[in-house]
């Protein structure tokens, strides 16, 4: 009975996973490969003849954003950690969470209105003086949707990197402080180095999270090249071209398994 | 003393937010003198070694360096290197790369380095484990690393925060030696913050009791065992026997009366007696006399002869320990032999061993104010 009330009390758990996930997922991918009744590669080559330029536009941008989530993240994480002005440590601990609660299709609608030609930052800097009105352009482009994916990933990184940096033990930043480093030296050799595990984990989740998103892109970026998420999103409901939709994805997969196995060999050397 | 004093703390006051740890503290530590600062816990000892690092500001009071105020400046800037209580080694380089690290910020060649590192690594006794990270080297190596990585810098002074409280108790004893050997070798002004009574004695050249945030007694080790200037460092040095008597003192001649838990006494101290009436008589189990209350014995001056009867024996290595009750407390007892328990008994105290004060107006003088304390040596000797 014992024995068998192990298995029992997982089975719910195990059958959701497996009808919900596993099952779709099989279905996409077995999708992926199949070709007017028959299995082949003809989905992938019309991807690849289709969408190069957008597959690589995406792993550019994604991988952009999540170095510069990466970079702001050690920023923040390192001043609340090292930061000596008090209000300025308080205030900014306050502040860097909020876009964490603000959904992305909102964080696209914003910096339409921010971004755009005529928007809020060309408005601002052209009051200021410091733009000529006649060269204002529009960054509603690659721009807009790397500001938004930074802009909404960097509270995520900031959050788990901060954590890490607060349970450091005190003593080996001070220990650098007695023997004369600067704050920033500080910072490059003795903290980020203490925290790399929860940075990455935090960077390839971003990367995984900003690969999957289709509302930026649209908003932000509706014209080529552009991103995967929304050549699915574009097969799907003018096409109903559910092969090509699923090679997509399955490339999509391909390039987060890519950032996943980084991951997985930076942390089995640390654990070594 | 005072004038050449190397490092001088004048008036410091310092605390967390609301809280004042430190009162007045005023303290002269001569050149190459290794100095402990003891205590329980919480009684600000680990606060006055950051404050003299500079990990925390003083609010009141200077801070001097060889005549110059040091007072304000960062801990970079005081010639001074700290071991941390969990050494705080770097465990992402390795035990060489720790030890170099001082080095490199103040702009070192690569070459120089590595021949300062391989000098601390020979001192240290660290040879052919400077390609180790942290986690891979004992407690000791540990240890070590951490202190190779202060002295590398070559330190004015240097600050240990209770340097051996991670170590096995064996390794322990002989990490005290090889501390006190090194910093006699090398000259250098050393304060080191601890809460072992022994450590510190063994280790210093002088003391400095702190309590609740206040210097209790200053001196030599022998001078603090021998003469404690309170109860609370004569608890603390290890007096945790302690009976109430009521006595009549004038100058070094204490009258002591005959009562239910004692018989009559007159000693002539060596010091001046506290003042007549009800005193706080502690000693230590050592070097008393204990015998059984039949035996007679030829009676001579002193002494405090203590009447009560055995509760407990046990043996603890050396001598037999005795818990003797008197009256409402009880005492403990080392000797030779062992008397059964029910046994009435008298404990002889020679003046020698004897330390009087004042009973304190609030609360019974039995209670000792150490004992209830975790990390009293006290405790830890009691439990030993």
């Known amino acids: ?272 | 003393m005072s004038d050449d004093a190397y490092l001088s703390l004048k008036d410091i006051d310092a605390g967390y937010g609301r809280t004042r740890v430190l009162e007045g503290i005023d303290l002269m530590i001569g050149k190459g003198e290794f100095v402990a600062l003891l205590g329980a816990s919480g009684c600000g000892k680990t606060t006055l070694l950051r404050t003299i690092a500079g990990f925390a500001l003083p609010s009141a009071g200077s801070i001097r360096v060889g005549g110059r105020d040091v007072t304000r400046l960062p801990p970079d800037k005081r010639g001074m290197a700290m071991v941390f209580q969990s050494y705080a080694l770097w465990p992402h380089m390795t035990a060489a790369r720790n030890i170099g690290y001082g080095l490199r910020l103040k702009g070192w060649r690569r070459e120089a380095i590595a021949a300062r590192v391989a000098e601390m690594e020979a001192l240290l006794g660290l040879g052919g484990l400077g390609g180790r990270k942290p986690s891979e080297l004992s407690g000791g190596q540990r240890q070590r690393v951490a202190l190779g990585r202060a002295l590398a810098v070559d330190p004015d002074i240097l600050l240990l925060d209770e340097p051996l409280s991670n170590l096995d108790a064996r390794i322990r004893l002989t990490v005290r030696h090889e501390i006190r050997a090194l910093q006699q070798r090398l000259g250098i002004t050393t304060i080191h913050v601890t809460h072992d009574r022994e450590e510190a004695m063994v280790m210093a050249d002088r003391i400095v009791i702190l309590d609740k945030g206040r210097i209790a007694q200053l001196g030599t080790p022998e001078a603090i065992y021998t003469r404690p200037a309170s109860a609370f460092v004569a608890a603390f040095m290890g007096a945790e026997n302690v009976v109430p008597l009521d006595a009549a003192c004038s100058g070094h001649r204490v009258d002591i009366a005959a009562g239910p838990l004692n018989r009559a006494a007159g000693l002539m101290l060596d010091r001046p007696a506290p003042p007549s009436g009800r005193l706080e008589a502690r000693f230590r189990s050592e070097r008393l006399e204990l015998r059984r209350l039949d035996v007679q014995s030829a009676a001579d001056g002193g002494a405090i002869e203590l009447i009560g009867r055995v509760e407990a024996v046990v043996y603890p290595g050396g001598e037999w320990r005795h818990t003797v009750r008197i009256g409402d407390g009880s005492v403990l007892v080392d000797c030779p032999e062992a008397l059964p328990p029910g046994s009435d008994v008298l404990v002889r105290v020679p003046a020698s061993g004897l330390f009087l004060f004042a009973a304190p107006a609030d609360g019974p003088a039995g209670a000792s104010p150490s004992a209830a304390d975790e990390n009293s040596p006290a405790r830890e000797r009691l439990t030993a």
């Not at chain 1, 969470?97 to 755009?116: D, E, S």
């Not at chain 1, 940096?165 to 930043?173: H, K, V, Y």
């Not at chain 1, 908003?219 to 090509?244: E, K």
């Open chain 1, 1 to 272: 009975m014992a024995r068998l009330l192990g298995p029992l009390l997982v089975s719910p758990a195990l059958i959701v996973i497996l009808l919900l996930f596993m099952v779709p997922l099989t279905a996409s991918v077995i999708g992926a490969f199949e070709v007017e009744g028959a299995y082949g590669l003809g989905n992938f080559t019309k991807a690849y003849d289709f969408y190069t330029q957008d597959i690589v536009f995406t792993a550019v941008i994604v991988g952009l954003s999540t170095v510069l989530t990466g970079l702001l993240a050690i920023a923040i994480g390192g001043y609340l950690t090292l930061g000596e002005n008090r209000a300025a440590v308080a205030i900014l601990r306050w502040l860097y969470r909020w876009p964490m609660f603000i959904p992305f299709i909102v964080v696209g609608q914003v910096l339409r209105t921010f971004l755009a030609k005529s928007g809020l930052l060309n408005s601002t800097l052209v009051a200021f003086g410091l733009l000529d009105p006649l060269t204002a352009t529009s960054y509603l482009d690659w721009r807009g949707v790397v500001v938004a994916f930074v802009w909404k990933q960097t509270p995520f990184v900031a959050l788990m990197v901060s954590g890490a940096m607060a349970s450091l033990d005190r003593g080996t930043i001070e220990a650098a402080r007695n023997l004369g480093a600067s704050r920033l030296r500080i910072l490059v050799e003795i903290v980020v180095p203490q925290v790399t595990t929860t940075l990455l984990v935090g960077l390839v989740l971003s990367f995984v999270t900003m690969m999957g998103v289709l509302s930026v892109p649209l908003m932000i970026n509706a014209q080529a090249p552009t991103m995967i998420t929304a050549d699915i999103a574009f097969r799907l409901s003018t096409y109903r071209d559910y092969g090509v939709a699923n090679a997509l994805g399955l490339i999509s997969l391909a390039i987060s398994a890519v950032a996943a196995w980084f991951y997985l060999r930076v942390n089995m050397r640390q654990g070594r």
